[in-house]
């Protein structure tokens, strides 16, 4: 008996994201290295934290592949890219990559809305509100790179970052989160 309740467009476009958040977690891995290796142990922890989060997201897209009865391709991961050239740089690139997973977690959605797949839409609602959550937070994060200087930042500046990334939150506040009592 097929137990499998994925289409296979939808199953290949899971299997493609899976990949792709795993490939997000290379790059979070690989800019962790590097700030690591820059002296940087506030931003490398963050971004070493930021790696795991991205390999939960792509074990959610295995699991939910396996229970509707589909097959997982586990697919050749990106090579997460060349080194960042400063802090700004790097997350710039982390800016633009969640952006990217964003459009394609978007795709995704319209995908289950054109087939009616309402499971994989209900599914797929949680990493909308996830990617909003990781641009407002690499865009916090890229206004206070600009304070500090951007690409210019000088060294006490950076230092003051790489402590503040030490102790940030993993988690960035969303819109949908603020009230008039709670700015």
Same mark, same amino acid.
């Given at each position: 008996? &097929? #137990?499998?309740?994925? /289409?296979?467009?939808?199953?290949?476009?899971?299997?493609?994201?899976?990949?792709?958040? =795993?490939?997000? =977690?290379?790059?979070?891995?690989?800019?962790? =290295?590097?700030?690591?290796? %820059? !002296?940087?142990? !506030?931003?490398?922890?963050?971004?070493?934290?930021?790696?795991?989060?991205? $390999?939960?997201?792509?074990?959610?897209?295995?699991?939910?592949?396996?229970? $509707? !009865?589909?097959?997982?391709?586990?697919?050749? +991961?990106?090579?997460?890219?060349?080194?960042?050239? &400063?802090?700004?740089?790097?997350? %710039? $690139? +982390?800016?633009? /990559? %969640?952006?990217?997973? #964003?459009?394609?977690?978007?795709?995704?959605?319209?995908?289950?809305? *054109?087939?009616? @797949?309402?499971?994989?839409?209900?599914?797929?609602?949680?990493?909308?509100?996830?990617?909003? *959550?990781?641009?407002?937070?690499?865009?916090?994060?890229?206004?206070?790179?600009?304070?500090?200087?951007?690409?210019?930042?000088?060294? @006490?500046?950076?230092?003051?970052? @790489?402590?503040?990334?030490?102790? #940030?939150? @993993?988690?960035? $506040?969303?819109?949908?989160?603020?009230?008039?009592?709670?700015?």
């Amino acid at each position: 008996m &097929d #137990t499998n309740r994925l /289409s296979q467009t939808i199953t290949a476009a899971l299997n493609r994201q899976m990949t792709n958040e =795993a490939h997000n =977690a290379q790059i979070y891995l690989a800019y962790a =290295a590097w700030a690591d290796s %820059e !002296g940087y142990e !506030g931003i490398a922890n963050f971004l070493f934290r930021h790696a795991n989060e991205e $390999r939960n997201h792509m074990m959610k897209f295995l699991e939910y592949i396996l229970k $509707r !009865g589909g097959k997982v391709k586990v697919s050749p +991961i990106p090579d997460p890219g060349p080194d960042p050239t &400063d802090v700004n740089d790097c997350f %710039e $690139r +982390i800016f633009k /990559s %969640e952006v990217d997973n #964003t459009a394609n977690i978007y795709n995704l959605v319209n995908m289950s809305m *054109e087939e009616k @797949d309402w499971a994989t839409w209900n599914f797929m609602q949680w990493f909308v509100k996830e990617q909003t *959550e990781e641009e407002t937070l690499a865009l916090d994060l890229l206004s206070k790179i600009k304070v500090a200087g951007g690409k210019n930042a000088g060294p @006490d500046a950076l230092y003051a970052l @790489d402590n503040d990334l030490a102790k #940030t939150a @993993d988690d960035a $506040r969303l819109a949908q989160d603020v009230s008039v009592e709670n700015p």
